[in-house]
């Protein structure tokens, strides 16, 4: 290695070094809190969740259709408006979608949203029909 290429090398890896690690992107307010999940089939809550600023996820079990008592197995999500999806990272950084869907316009404000399902591992249909979920937020 010449004098040069080396000097190089050097420059770049302190350049390298010395920048900051990428921040996880943030979302947006609208999303982010605690929610109740409800269907509308038995008209009840199945469960609550929690969607963080920096797209972490945690909640409990969806039911039989959608994880069964283990839940979604999904650990974050992500949203380009109006599309969300609940996901989970493997070792490695293979993404699993294991929800995804859009948040309707139609009764949506601060506190509500309805989030069509359109795909994932679990089937985004019941009956035949396009699922929708609705939320509720509990907690910012």
């Known amino acids: 290695m010449n004098r040069r290429t080396f000097f190089i090398l050097c420059a770049a890896l302190c350049l390298r070094a010395g920048s900051a690690p990428a921040a996880a992107p943030s979302l947006p307010a609208e999303i982010v809190g605690t929610w109740e999940v409800s ?13 963080g600023a920096d797209g972490a996820y945690s909640g409990g079990s969806w ?35 294991m929800l995804s869907g859009v948040l309707l316009s139609e009764g949506r404000d601060a506190d509500h949203f309805n989030f069509r399902v359109a795909g994932g591992y679990y ?13 509720t937020r509990i907690a910012n």
């Open 39 to 51: 269907d509308p089939r038995i008209n009840k809550v199945i469960t609550t969740i929690t969607i």
């Open 63 to 97: 039911g039989r259709d959608w994880g069964g008592p283990n839940g979604l197995g999904a650990s974050r999500v992500r949203y380009d408006n109006p599309k969300l999806e609940f996901i989970y990272v493997k070792a490695g950084g293979r993404v699993d979608v």
């Open 123 to 135: 089937n985004h249909q019941v009956d035949g029909k396009p699922f929708t979920f609705f939320f």
